[in-house]
């Protein structure tokens, strides 16, 4: 693989831009939810949706490491030239989705009951994040598959199919939304609906595109070959995954103290934080595409044994992400508050998202680091460092968290940037010596 500065810049481009225009696209499903029921003035509605949405997402994205073993695995197989092993890698996830998606169905009524009040939701909150999430609950096998699918073609470098299947179902989504709930008065239960029904689209419009692939055509036979299920290569693909769930946990932890402490302080900085939150995932999705870059081509770099390949992209990908991030900081610095305002017309809503709109500007610039690094350790399959770095930045965030109490909502945001700026940390720290030890 060639090393030249303008090739290897084209070739970031070429996966991550597609990459941020899905991610944004990816987006406009929490966006569209929180803009539609704001437009109906009732801050519990609201709240009821950032609940449920929290605890769904919350629930799922535990099993994200079905989307980035499968961009790893593709990746480092395509490195390798080996379509073989691209077929028996979507065979493993697709199979390993369809068994994590049945297990979620079987204990629907529990967990839905105890996640609930996890995020210490009561009264009608409680009730409105209810009828989201079992109405959500439904989609979830779809969702699971999707990460497969969807990671499968990003480790093809087929971005444009990806941003395809994305934007549509999107589409699909805030129409569905707008029809259901300032259409049909569905209120909660039409943002729920719309969230189901697009993402069943969306599987339907991945199985297609995958269909279309020269290895997915072996997926289906390889299905049948005792070989694909050897515990050598179903021992690597759970060890893999269980770090990456690991990882996903602790991450998706800190978030539920992001949401509870949240909740703790009332309807209305649950909503403004609610606001707060979907600009940070927007901002996160955007510099995420320059994560996906880093994965393939950390991925491809391990696959074919290629250390000044891993040590160029990793340098570009770093300097295209961290100006990307400034260059968001300073959108949000200049209209972080109007942005954030318009997704509510309740006055005290609008009044406290003015209040805490900085941290808008400043989450970009302490998490982009992380993101970036995130990508190699998945990219190489160094999973077991990143569950440490993860495990012992949360803990700081625990720590910051009670020493911040004074400062209110302030310091939880603040705690919050700092966890990603202890991510990066720990990141760095352990990266130079695993690459000696893969590379040799």
Known sequence: MSTDRGDLNRTILTIAVPAI????ATALFGLADMWVIGRLGDATAQGGVEVGAKFTMTLLIVFNFL??????????????????????TLTRGVAVALMVG?????????????????FDAAGPLADQARTYADIRYVGGVAWLVNCVLTGWLIGRRRMK??????????????????????????????????TLLSETAKLLALLAAVGREPPARRALALARDPQTWRPAELGALFRLNRDLFLRTLLLMAATVLLARAGAQQG?????ANAILYQLFMLQALILDGFESATQVLTGESVGGRDRLRFDAQLRANLAWAGGCAVLIALVFGVAGRPIAASFSTDPAVVAAVAAYAPWAAVLPLAG???????????????????????????????????????LGNHGLWLAFSLFFVLRAAGQALLLPGLARRSFG
């Open 267 to 271: 309807p209305v900085v649950l909503a």
């Open 161 to 194: 199919t990806v941003l395809a299947v994305e934007v549509g179902a999107n589409l699909l989504h805030i129409a569905l939304d707008v029809g259901f709930v300032l259409g049909l008065g569905w209120g909660v239960a039409g943002v729920a609906t719309a």
């Open 368 to 406: 982009v680091v992380s993101f970036v690094l995130d990508g190699v350790m998945i990219g190489a399959s160094w999973t077991r460092a990143m569950v440490i770095s993860m495990a012992a930045a949360l803990a700081g965030f625990v720590a910051l968290r009670w020493l911040a109490a004074p």
């Open 102 to 118: 049945l297990g979620l169905l079987a204990a629907w009524p529990l967990t839905v009951t105890w996640g609930l009040r996890l």
């Open 67 to 88: 989307r980035a073993s499968t961009v790893a695995l593709t990746a480092q197989a395509a490195g390798r030239g080996a379509e073989a092993d691209q077929a028996a």
């Open 21 to 24: 225009v899905t991610n944004v």
